[in-house]
């Protein structure tokens, strides 16, 4: 059974950077493609950024583009979220998730295509 963990969220400062982390257990961490969700007060969930298998290709919503980098480290079975130049809009709880098989890019902005979820961690970010 895959069991993913975020770590790193906090209260900032807009403008500020933080990092958050996403442990993968129970599974071959390689063989999933993972990504970023959020979910802001009142909002649905959206996608944030994504990485596939090798860490070679990554995606990212438009809001988040320049500003957040996703990067995923196999020998230690975690994926992690940079996140600079945070503006208020940013506060959100962001969850990993991770998913076997995506192929087409489209796919992973999709939270459906994404069966294993972590129990997300807030984001705060003041102004």
């Known amino acids: 059974q895959v069991q993913l963990v975020e770590s790193g969220g906090g209260f900032l400062q807009a403008g500020a950077s933080l990092r958050l982390s996403c442990a993968l257990s129970g599974r071959t961490f390689s063989s999933y493609s993972m990504g970023w969700f959020r979910r802001a007060p009142g909002k649905e969930r959206e996608f944030v950024g994504a990485v596939n298998w090798s860490g070679e290709i990554t995606y990212y919503a438009d809001s988040v583009k320049g500003r957040f980098t996703v990067s995923r480290d196999n020998t230690k079975n975690t994926v992690n979220l940079q996140m600079d130049s945070l503006k208020p809009e940013d506060t959100a709880v962001y969850y990993c998730?991770?998913?076997?098989?995506?192929?087409?890019?489209?796919?992973?902005?999709?939270?459906?295509?994404?069966?294993?979820w972590g129990q997300g961690t807030q984001v705060t970010v003041s102004s």
């Open positions: 998730a991770a998913a076997r098989g995506l192929q087409r890019d489209v796919e992973f902005y999709r939270s459906y295509k994404y069966p294993y």
